[in-house]
């Protein structure tokens, strides 16, 4: 089994930076796909970055050219560097674990941008 936990989230200004961390229990982590997804007020939950195993990265357009995902494998950790804030960016942001298929999820770490 996998165990996640965020950290890193508050509040911040429009324009400001935060820098999230999931730490992962559980061995194989360098093989797993790590994501994090987000979910604002009112809306599904969404893709905002994953990156795989072979460090190869995904962005969710609104996200391209602001976030960074990266991942420190001696510490089993994932991190997403987020700078330009936006309001839009405003939601309960969530670490992802794909293992072999199976999902796995954090508790979230709720973000939250100010104009």
């Known amino acids: 089994q996998v165990q996640l936990v965020e950290s890193g989230g508050g509040l911040v200004q429009a324009g400001g930076s935060l820098r999230l961390s999931c730490a992962a229990s559980?061995?194989?982590?360098?093989?797993?796909?790590m994501g994090w997804y987000r979910q604002a007020p009112g809306k599904q939950r969404e893709l905002v970055a994953r990156i795989f195993s072979v460090g190869f990265t995904n962005y969710a357009d609104s996200v391209k050219g602001r976030f960074t995902i990266s991942r420190d494998n001696a510490k089993d950790t994932v991190y997403l560097q987020m700078n330009a804030l936006k309001p839009e960016d405003t939601a309960v942001y969530y670490c992802n674990a794909n293992v072999y298929g199976n999902d796995y999820w954090g508790q979230g770490t709720q973000v939250t941008v100010s104009s």
């Open positions: 559980g061995s194989g982590f360098s093989r797993n796909t």
